[in-house]
C-alpha cells in the first residue's frame, strides 16, 4: 500500500467508525520501534516516569481508582524522538487534509503500566471544549500473549457501553481514534506495559505572560 492509501485508510477508520488499529512497523520502521522501545524501558528502570493524574485544571488528581499509570512527556529532543515528531507531524497534515480537523499541534508522553496498572473507562476529551481531538497510542512491547492483559479496550461510538474492539500492546501496533467520541479503557496489565500516547490538538499552546510585555 502507498502512503497516499495509507493515510486515506487511516481517515476513513476515523471517520466511518471513530477509530483505527494498525501495524506501524511499515510507516515508522523497526529500528525506530526499537529505540524509542529502548527509551521508555531506560526511563523506567531508572524511574523516571511519575504517577499520572487524570481531569482538567493545573493540579490534577492522582486517583489510583482510576488510573495506575506513570509518564514521561516527551520533548522531542533526542534522535529517535525526532525522527517521531517529524512521522506525527507529516500525520496531522494528511489527517488535516483530508478530515479538515484543523490540528494545530500535538502532544506525547511515555507510559508504563506495571503488573496490576490499568486505566478505568474514559474519554481523553472534554466534550465541546475541543482541545484534544485525535489521540493515538503506540505499543512498545515484545511477544504481549493475551494471558499478559493490559489490551485496550475500546467502545463503540454509537453505543459507549458496547466493547467493539480489543487492541493487544504488541510492539508498533497503534490505536488511533476520536479523543472525545471513543470511550476506551486500558484493562489490568500482568506485566510491565510500554507505550507512547499522542494527542493532536486544535488550541495553540498560551503564551507566557512575559512574552506580552
Ligand atoms: C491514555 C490512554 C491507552 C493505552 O493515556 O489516555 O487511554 O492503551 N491510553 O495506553
Ligand atoms: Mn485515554
Same mark, same amino acid.
Given at each position: 500500500?502507498?502512503?497516499?492509501?495509507?493515510?486515506?485508510?487511516?481517515?476513513?477508520?476515523?471517520?466511518?467508525?471513530?477509530?483505527? *488499529? +494498525?501495524?506501524?512497523?511499515?510507516?515508522?520502521? @523497526?529500528? %525506530?520501534?526499537?529505540? &524509542?522501545? =529502548?527509551?521508555?524501558?531506560? #526511563? !523506567?528502570?531508572?524511574?523516571?516516569?511519575?504517577?499520572?493524574?487524570?481531569?482538567?485544571?493545573?493540579?490534577?488528581?492522582?486517583?489510583?481508582?482510576?488510573?495506575?499509570?506513570?509518564?514521561?512527556?516527551?520533548?522531542?529532543?533526542?534522535?529517535?524522538?525526532?525522527?517521531?515528531?517529524?512521522?506525527?507531524?507529516?500525520?496531522?497534515?494528511?489527517?488535516?487534509?483530508?478530515?479538515?480537523?484543523?490540528?494545530?499541534?500535538?502532544?506525547?508522553?511515555?507510559?508504563?503500566?506495571?503488573?496490576?496498572?490499568?486505566?478505568?473507562?474514559?474519554?481523553? *476529551? +472534554?466534550?465541546?471544549?475541543?482541545?484534544?481531538? @485525535?489521540? %493515538?497510542?503506540?505499543? &512498545?512491547? =515484545?511477544?504481549?500473549?493475551? #494471558? !499478559?492483559?493490559?489490551?485496550?479496550?475500546?467502545?463503540?461510538?454509537?453505543?459507549?457501553?458496547?466493547?467493539?474492539?480489543?487492541?493487544?500492546?504488541?510492539?508498533?501496533?497503534?490505536?488511533?481514534?476520536?479523543?472525545?467520541?471513543?470511550?476506551?479503557?486500558?484493562?489490568?496489565?500482568?506485566?510491565?506495559?510500554?507505550?507512547?500516547?499522542?494527542?493532536?490538538?486544535?488550541?495553540?499552546?498560551?503564551?507566557?505572560?512575559?512574552?506580552?510585555?
Amino acid at each position: 500500500m502507498d502512503k497516499i492509501q495509507w493515510f486515506d485508510e487511516l481517515a476513513w477508520g476515523l471517520s466511518e467508525r471513530g477509530w483505527i *488499529s +494498525f501495524d506501524a512497523a511499515p510507516w515508522f520502521g @523497526v529500528d %525506530l520501534l526499537r529505540s &524509542l522501545q =529502548d527509551e521508555i524501558m531506560l #526511563l !523506567d528502570q531508572n524511574d523516571a516516569l511519575k504517577r499520572a493524574g487524570v481531569g482538567r485544571g493545573i493540579a490534577p488528581i492522582r486517583d489510583r481508582s482510576i488510573r495506575r499509570d506513570k509518564i514521561a512527556w516527551l520533548q522531542g529532543v533526542s534522535e529517535p524522538q525526532v525522527a517521531l515528531f517529524g512521522l506525527l507531524e507529516s500525520l496531522r497534515m494528511e489527517l488535516n487534509q483530508r478530515l479538515f480537523l484543523g490540528l494545530r499541534r500535538f502532544e506525547a508522553h511515555y507510559a508504563t503500566y506495571h503488573s496490576g496498572d490499568f486505566y478505568k473507562a474514559h474519554v481523553d *476529551s +472534554f466534550q465541546g471544549r475541543a482541545s484534544r481531538i @485525535v489521540s %493515538l497510542v503506540l505499543y &512498545l512491547n =515484545d511477544d504481549w500473549k493475551p #494471558l !499478559d492483559g493490559g489490551e485496550l479496550q475500546v467502545f463503540n461510538r454509537e453505543n459507549p457501553n458496547e466493547v467493539c474492539g480489543l487492541v493487544l500492546p504488541e510492539k508498533g501496533r497503534v490505536a488511533l481514534f476520536m479523543s472525545e467520541e471513543i470511550r476506551h479503557e486500558v484493562l489490568e496489565a500482568h506485566r510491565t506495559r510500554y507505550s507512547l500516547a499522542c494527542w493532536f490538538r486544535q488550541d495553540v499552546i498560551p503564551l507566557p505572560l512575559s512574552a506580552l510585555l
